[in-house]
């Protein structure tokens, strides 16, 4: 089923809690990841919070990336939201996998505007609508 976007929600379980602590560790794997998945970066914001755990967003012109760490936990929450055939959110997951030395992961994968729910029938009107709104 085709659709103009998917979005992984990937939980990362037994990570390493040194990294999870770490705002510009986060930080650029998070821009890192956008990269590998080869997204376009618009802007990140990143907050840390006292005593530990960091929350993040990198806005990509394909939509967004978000993580919110428990490094009391060894625990991240990672949304990985993209539209467009060109951008890969799966490798952006795998980069995070490895990067935040997650052990164990669940990962689910939602649609977003499904074609056939949005109206979208044909490829070049899939095109247009890419270009417009995204």
């Known amino acids: ?20 602590r770490d705002l510009e560790m ?8 956008a ?3 080869n997204a376009t970066i618009v802007n990140w914001t990143f ?12 806005v990509i012109a394909e939509s967004h990336l978000a993580i919110h ?3 009391e936990y060894r625990y991240a929450a990672v949304d990985l939201f993209t539209c467009g055939e060109d951008v890969d959110p799966w490798r952006a997951f795998d980069f995070l996998k490895e990067k935040l030395k997650a052990k164990r992961t669940d ?5 977003r505007g499904r074609y056939s729910d949005i109206g979208i029938g044909d490829e070049s009107k899939s ?6 709104g995204g």
């Open 1 to 20: 089923m085709r659709s103009l976007g998917r979005h992984l929600l990937a939980e990362f379980y037994d990570c390493d809690s040194n990294i999870l």
């Open 26 to 33: 986060i930080r650029e794997y998070l821009k890192k990841a």
């Open 35 to 37: 990269e590998v998945a």
């Open 47 to 58: 907050h840390q919070f006292s005593p530990q755990g960091v929350s993040g967003v990198v």
């Open 69 to 71: 760490t428990w490094p």
């Open 107 to 111: 990962v689910k994968e939602e649609l």
């Open 127 to 132: 095109k247009e609508v890419m270009k417009i």
